[in-house]
């Protein structure tokens, strides 16, 4: 297939064959109205359990803050990083998370992005933060030093 790249190419046409000529007309207005009514869909801030917290429940709620535009939350929960293997994952309309069954302990890494029905689809997501469920007390210490205190 040939390529014309100014009215001039035109000129070397051959007799006989066969040409497809497209012509795309846009509007400026409508292409405009459409480009400035599509806003990315913000990224929610993650706000508990804090980075790198310990908590000692098994079922620690999730919190992070409302977006403006979004129609609903993906929350995702793995025990790796890159979340190549989601523990859980659920969609929901309000900006908080408690898992319905207790989670075991163990470390976890959550993160949650937004979804806007307004033109943004889905935000991006941010940097996962991780909490460690720690359920079981501590051992009562073993008085040593000094004797008969």
């Known amino acids: 297939m040939q390529k014309f790249g100014c009215m001039n190419d035109f000129m070397v046409l051959r007799k006989k064959s066969l040409y497809f000529l ?3 007309l846009l509007s400026s207005s409508l292409l405009s109205n459409n480009i400035t009514n599509i806003k990315a869909t913000t990224t929610p801030t993650l706000i508990s359990p804090a980075d790198a917290s310990y908590v000692t429940t098994s079922t620690p709620t999730a919190t992070w803050s ?84």
């Open 22 to 24: 497209f012509i795309i």
């Open 66 to 149: 409302s977006v403006s535009g979004a129609t609903d939350y993906h929350i995702q929960l793995s025990l790796v990083s890159d979340f190549s293997t989601i523990m859980g994952e659920d969609y929901i309309t309000s900006t908080s998370y408690t898992p319905a069954t207790g989670l075991p302990d163990n470390t976890y890494y959550w993160r949650v992005r937004a979804h806007s029905l307004s033109g943004g689809g889905w935000s991006l997501w941010p940097t996962a933060w991780t909490f460690t469920v720690d359920t079981a007390a501590p051992a009562t210490p073993t008085l040593v030093d000094p004797n008969n205190f």
